[in-house]
Nanobody, 120 residues
């Protein structure tokens, strides 16, 4: 399955963005979908994930601000990001795997990423 993220951009602190992850070459309903981010000079960091049955999991750093959803009919996963902070600035990646994992190496398929920049 091929994944492509979109929706990134430059926003001010406190604003919102919604990222999309569109899949092709396969159906996402058989996959758990994760979101990760990587800031310059830092390791790739877990943001959250959504299981095949829709159960979600989030990192403590984004809990209550970010929401992951999936639309299997559109073969797309979303990351709604509210109350954005400068420390949320990173390249955001979506990933697919058979099960939810908080570890990047646990995911088999990855998108190329989309840049999110939050200005103070």
């Amino acid at each position: 399955v091929q994944l492509v993220e979109s929706g990134g951009g430059l926003v001010q602190t406190g604003n919102s963005l919604r990222l999309s992850c569109a899949a092709s070459g396969g159906t996402i309903n058989i996959y758990a979908m994760g979101w990760f981010r990587q800031a310059p000079g830092k390791e790739r960091e877990y943001v959250g994930a959504i299981a095949r049955i829709g159960i979600t999991d989030y990192a403590d750093t984004v809990m209550g601000r970010f929401t992951i959803s999936r639309d299997n009919a559109k073969n797309t996963v979303y990351l709604q990001m509210n109350s954005l902070k400068p420390e949320d600035t990173a390249v955001y990646y979506c990933a697919a795997n058979s099960v939810v994992s908080r570890v990047a190496r646990g995911y088999e398929y990855w998108g190329p990423g989309t840049q999110v920049t939050v200005s103070s």
